[in-house]
């Protein structure tokens, strides 16, 4: 892309230009549910319409839910010039999710500006695609440098298939983010560098964060205050004082571009920066939720019956569809999960058998052990155990899911009175 169009997009980005956000709208597609980290700071569980902070959603949408929402926002909102994905887990750990969802919404539009946020584990993994896909405005939250700051930030870290802690875990984070970052920029990728401020953890230390941003090429740094979440490790930190927050800004200034106008927003976020509308357009029934389509895999021998073990699966057939009807879109070949107790160590071709799925919401199958329940749960799909004909079961999954909707909607009810 010519550089002059790169321009033109981030003057109309309303978080990378301060004149922007007042004219300018983006949307967020919720559609990253996982996450392969766990910050102290975050609580993804916790859904609260009045609350405004990363990681929250109230609705988390498929890609081709996303397109249909994006074109109904995009009809009603004309000064809508970017579309983000943040979450609510992170946009690279749902790589198929997101890439798939951007492909989509650059077929029926193809100006709209693109921008997506990372906690940056699988940046050098993903780099080239982002590129390739078109993103030019990438965000990587980059907390600190050193791993000693890093494993008090982080519980654990989830990084091709192991599950990784302390300062072990946040230098693999650390390597990653930088990495990551200078891949892009490298490329002609406009990086933003987001900060979490914590007091007492890494307040002292950003200068420094600020600095090797710079180094590496990043656009803008963007210093957050912390925003105690309820169920937290951080959830008893005081927030971070404007006060505070704004010397540090000022001290950072000089060596970096500081973005001040962040108002920290919801992973599905619709509207001026300073006017979130996502309530507006929360989907309605009437137009998609008797459309929502849901993608299934299912692990069957012969295509008729759910009697195959997960672990036992070369091959996957994958549904789409809704309540009306489902179709068989594909037959999906793949390596065993697990085929002995030896083959079974290896990591790195189970973690490609769940990157492989990571597009189906669901997984309907005879049995599944414990560990790759998990590691799919990590991914946002849910598995579900079953054993009779492929048709009951897509139903079977459809009244799971309308079950634990009406559990929720119980739930709700019971809070509120
Ligand atoms: Fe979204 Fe982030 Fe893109 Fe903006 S948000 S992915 S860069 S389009 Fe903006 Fe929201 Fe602050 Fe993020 S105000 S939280 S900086
Ligand atoms: Fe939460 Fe984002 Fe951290 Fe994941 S990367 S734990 S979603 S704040």
């Known amino acids: 892309m010519p550089c002059h169009d790169l321009s033109e997009e981030t003057r109309k980005h309303p978080c990378y230009s301060f004149e922007a956000h007042h004219q300018y709208a ?25 609350e405004s902070r990363p990681g929250v959603t109230s609705e988390v949408l498929n890609p081709k839910e996303a397109e249909q929402k994006f074109s109904w926002v995009k009809s009603k909102i ?31 539009d193809p100006k709209i500006t693109f921008c997506l946020s990372t906690n940056g584990l699988l940046l050098p993994k993903y780099a080239q695609e982002i590129v390739r896909l078109g993103v030019h405005h990438v965000t990587v939250t980059m907390n600190c440098l050193d791993p000693q700051i ?91 004082s404007m006060d505070e927050l704004n010397a540090l800004r000022d001290f950072c200034q000089i060596d970096m571009q500081q973005m001040r106008h962040c108002q920290q927003c919801r992973a599905d976020a619709i509207g001026l920066l300073q006017e979130d509308r996502s309530q507006e357009f929360r989907f309605k029934p009437e137009t998609f939720q008797q459309e929502k389509t849901y993608r299934i895999a299912v692990t069957s021998k012969e295509g008729k019956l759910v009697n195959l073990h997960f672990g036992q699966a070369t091959e996957f057939l994958i549904y789409e ?39 189906c919401d669901f997984l309907l199958t005879l049995r599944i052990g414990y560990q790759a329940k998990k590691r799919l749960e ?40």
Not at 26 to 50: E, G
């Open 78 to 108: 004309d000064q809508l010039t970017v579309v983000g994905i943040a979450g609510p887990g992170d946009a690279l750990a749902n790589w198929s999710k997101t890439k798939e969802t951007f492909e989509r919404i650059r077929a029926v």
């Open 150 to 240: 890093g494993a008090k930030l982080y519980r654990h870290i989830y990084y091709e298939g192991v599950s990784y802690q302390g300062e072990i875990g946040a230098k693999i984070l650390l390597t990653n983010q930088q990495l990551g970052i200078k891949l892009l920029t490298q490329a002609g990728v406009l990086v933003k560098v987001n900060i979490v401020m914590v007091k007492g953890i890494n307040d002292k230390h950003i200068p420094e964060v600020v600095k090797r941003a710079k180094e590496l090429g990043a656009f803008i740094t963007n210093i957050m205050p912390l925003i105690p979440a309820p169920g937290s490790a951080f959830e008893d930190f005081p927030q971070t």
């Open 26 to 50: 983006r949307m967020h597609l919720p559609v990253a549910p996982a996450c392969n980290i766990q910050c102290n700071y975050c609580n993804r569980k916790f859904d609260c319409v009045n």
């Open 378 to 417: 990590h991914q946002g799909i849910r598995s579900m155990e079953y054993c009779y004909d492929v048709e009951s079961g897509l139903n079977y999954v459809l009244d799971q899911i309308e079950k634990k909707e009406e559990l929720r909607a119980c739930k709700k009810l019971g809070g509120a009175s």
């Open 321 to 359: 569809g809704n309540r009306k009807s489902f179709r068989l879109i594909q037959r999906r070949k793949l390596a065993k999960y697990c085929t002995g107790s030896s083959e079974c160590e290896d990591e790195a071709q189970k973690e490609d058998i769940v990157q492989a799925l990571s597009d």
